[in-house]
């Protein structure tokens, strides 16, 4: 969701009174609540003209909404069993229906890394990197920054040679993080983890840490290293997307984010960024940058994992194209 959606949204939670915002907060995932509560609490005064936009456009919405069925679950079990009898629709409704029994993992989600961290740090390697996979990559970048060297390596190389958790195992996961778990026994196996998932985990960790862990994937498995690297990109593959998508990026930046991004960026890629702002605005950057004193390296990089977050999503939205390591649209 972008920011101006976003800010519409805490503005009509803002108008529905704390009971009803309260039952609409119950239905959303951790970040959305994040994102929202940060917004309406930065919120002082809306104009009238705003509130009555975000107002129409909320109804007009709403009027175009209509429930077809009261569940939407069983009905298209009742529709697949009719259709397909109940052996061969249940194996489809595995997969229609799956991640329905991960809540206990999902719970995770709504506590500070350190703490997940201090949960997991004596599991055992297979076990930290399942639950890891289940999480987002930001999340488990910052789980594993808390973990020793040797303890972060080990499972990384487990979450990029993952391809899928046997159900009863993933129970058993359930059952270690918490003792709320709903639904049976599976017969598929829930697709996680794998080079992708490694990949952006370890882009969003930083480059302080990427040698270390693809030095240690590669001396196990050079081809497996290589394939996480080819699904990688970092700040300076910025480079590869062209001017319409690098303004759209520049768009949603703030102007101090890409300020301490780019004191850690390479010449070419300022030159980039300058070459896509207006000459008043790129000659204002370039004062700002030469009288900028020294940052924290961890500064810089929080700030240019930031920016790889809206490139992702900008990507996802076909806004920008990127180009990977080894040479294929990163998609």
């Known amino acids: ?19 009803e915002a309260a039952e609409i907060f119950r239905h959303l995932g951790h970040k959305e609540v994040q994102s929202l509560g940060e917004t309406i609490a930065k919120l002082r005064v809306v104009p009238r003209e705003r509130l009555e936009t975000v107002l129409e456009r ?21 529709v697949l069993r009719k259709a397909l009898g109940d052996d061969k629709a249940n194996l489809l409704l595995d997969r229609i229906l799956q991640g329905s029994d991960v809540s206990g993992i999902e719970s995770l989600k709504w506590m500070d890394p350190t703490s997940v961290a201090e949960l997991l740090r004596h599991e055992h390697p297979q076990i930290v990197a399942a639950i890891l996979a289940h999480l987002d990559q930001d999340q488990s970048s910052s789980i594993l920054k808390n973990f020793t060297e040797r303890q972060r390596n080990e499972v990384l190389i ?20 918490s003792k709320v778990l709903s639904g049976g026994d599976r017969h598929h196996r829930t697709v996680l983890g794998g080079v992708k998932t490694t990949a952006e985990i370890i882009n969003m960790m930083g480059s302080s840490v990427e040698t270390s862990v693809l030095d240690y994937i590669r001396e196990a498995d050079a081809d497996l290293a290589q394939k996480i690297m080819d699904n990688m990109f970092t700040f300076e593959d910025l480079l590869g997307v062209d001017d319409r998508g690098f ?22 890629l300022r030159e980039k960024v300058f070459k896509n702002m207006s000459s008043r605005a790129a000659e ?26 809206i490139v992702r999503r900008l990507v996802d939205e076909g806004q920008i194209m990127l180009t990977s390591g080894g040479g294929d649209d990163f998609v």
């Open 1 to 19: 969701m972008s920011q101006g959606g976003v800010e519409s949204a805490a503005i009509l939670l803002m108008s529905l009174g704390e009971e």
């Open 284 to 309: 204002s950057l370039r004062e700002d940058l030469e009288s900028r004193g020294p940052v924290r390296v961890s500064e810089v990089e929080s700030e240019q994992k930031e920016m790889l977050k």
């Open 158 to 177: 487990r979450i990029a040679t993952l391809d899928g958790i046997q159900p009863i195992a993933l129970r058993d996961l359930n059952e270690v993080m």
């Open 58 to 78: 909320f109804v007009a919405t709403a009027a175009d909404q209509h429930m077809l069925v009261p569940d939407n679950d069983e009905y298209v079990k009742s």
């Open 247 to 268: 303004q759209a990026l520049l768009k949603e930046v703030q102007t101090e984010s890409l300020l301490i991004s780019l004191k850690g960026a390479t010449p070419e």
